[in-house]
Nanobody, 115 residues
Framework: QVQLVESGGGLVQPGGSLRLSCTASGSRFNIYTMYWYRQAPGKERELVAL???????KYADSVKGRFTISRDNTKNTVYLQMNSLKPEDTAVYSCRALSMLGDYWGQGTQVTVSS
């Protein structure tokens, strides 16, 4: 069993930055592909970014060039650095861990971009 805990959300002005963290309990964190998703009110959940066990990354077109996903396997943590934030980035951001051992989700952290 893996538990995921997100942190780092909050209120930020347009153009600002935030760094989200997602820390996993348990072992073998390094074999999981880690994902960040977001869901805005009234909208479907969308994939923001992913990072594989060998640190390959992919991004949604809407965040390319602004967001960076990374992982630190020594800390069982995945990060989402978000720069040049826009009001349309406002959402609950959740992380996910997926491997042959299981599929786990965190509870999410709220990000609000507003002046």
């Amino acid at each position: 069993q893996v538990q995921l805990v997100e942190s780092g959300g909050g209120l930020v002005q347009p153009g600002g930055s935030l760094r989200l963290s997602c820390t996993a309990s348990g072992s073998r964190f390094n074999i999981y592909t880690m994902y960040w998703y977001r869901q805005a009110p009234g909208k479907e959940r969308e994939l923001v970014a992913l990072i594989t066990s060998v640190a390959s990354t992919k991004y949604a077109d809407s965040v390319k060039g602004r967001f960076t996903i990374s992982r630190d396997n020594t800390k069982n943590t995945v990060y989402l650095q978000m720069n040049s934030l826009k009001p349309e980035d406002t959402a609950v951001y959740s992380c996910r861990a997926l491997s042959m051992l299981g599929d786990y989700w965190g509870q999410g952290t709220q990000v609000t971009v507003s002046s």
